[in-house]
């Protein structure tokens, strides 16, 4: 059983495109995350997410969304998508708390933006 | 704000060695940290944290750390590295809000 999956895999897409990359758990876990990662590896956190809070990191442009129908799913929408937002982006969740509690990683979504 | 370092971009062992890559950190408060192997085109996997408590802490695939408290470091190690260890790594902090990462070493294990 996959615990963290995201669809799709490859996303090729051009400028100024809106889209979605969906997220899933199994894990029965209460938080989830979003996460880029760049053409040098370097990962950045973009959202954390739980019933309770939304807590979004600043750098992160409005024209990403974070979207959340249940506690098992957390997409990503991005509207009018630029050329920098080329990376993959990981998926993550976790048992919430003191932070003690590890992540596990969705395999990924490799965008690309042309 | 709560940070990592990973001073090293590359690391190089001979397969059989043994195998450090190394980790500081800058917390306020006691830290959580851990560490995530990646390898290629996959997503991170967990491999340990350190909570509190032993200050050697085991973890998966015969990886271990050592935590420093006096030297704010938190070293990945492993007695005898295995080809398939070749890998990205990254050592992480996290408090009750988000888990923050280093930059990540390559570790190539050569035959």
């Known amino acids: 059983d996959t615990a963290v999956s995201q669809t799709p895999k490859y996303l090729v897409t051009q400028m100024g495109n809106d889209k979605s990359i969906k997220c899933e758990q199994n894990l029965g876990h209460d938080t989830m995350y979003w996460y880029k990662q760049d053409s040098k590896k370097f990962l950045k956190i973009m959202f954390s997410?739980?019933?309770?809070?939304?807590?979004i990191n600043e750098t992160v442009p409005n024209r990403f969304s974070p979207k959340s129908p249940d506690k098992a799913h957390l997409n990503l929408h991005i509207n009018s998508l630029e050329l920098g937002d080329s990376a993959v982006y990981f998926c993550?969740?976790?048992?919430?708390?003191?932070?003690?509690?590890?992540?596990?990683f969705g395999p990924g979504t490799r965008l690309t933006v042309t | 704000a709560q940070s990592v370092a990973q001073p090293e971009d590359q690391v190089n062992v001979a397969e059989g060695n043994p195998l450090t890559v190394k980790c500081t950190y800058s917390?306020?408060?006691?830290?959580?940290l851990f560490w995530y192997v990646q390898y290629p085109n996959r997503g991170l996997q967990f491999l340990l944290k350190?909570?509190?408590?032993?200050?050697l802490v085991k973890g998966s695939y015969g990886f271990e750390a050592e935590f420093n408290k006096s030297q704010t470091s938190f070293h990945l190690k492993k007695p005898s590295a295995l080809v398939s260890d070749s890998a990205l790594y990254f050592c992480a902090v996290r408090d009750y809000r988000d888990m923050r990462f280093g930059a990540g070493t390559r570790l190539t294990v050569k035959p």
């Open positions: 350190y909570i509190t408590g032993d200050n």
């Open positions: 993550a969740s976790s048992r919430s708390g003191r932070g003690t509690y590890e992540q596990y």
């Open positions: 997410y739980n019933n309770k809070e939304l807590i």
């Open positions: 917390v306020s408060g006691n830290p959580y």
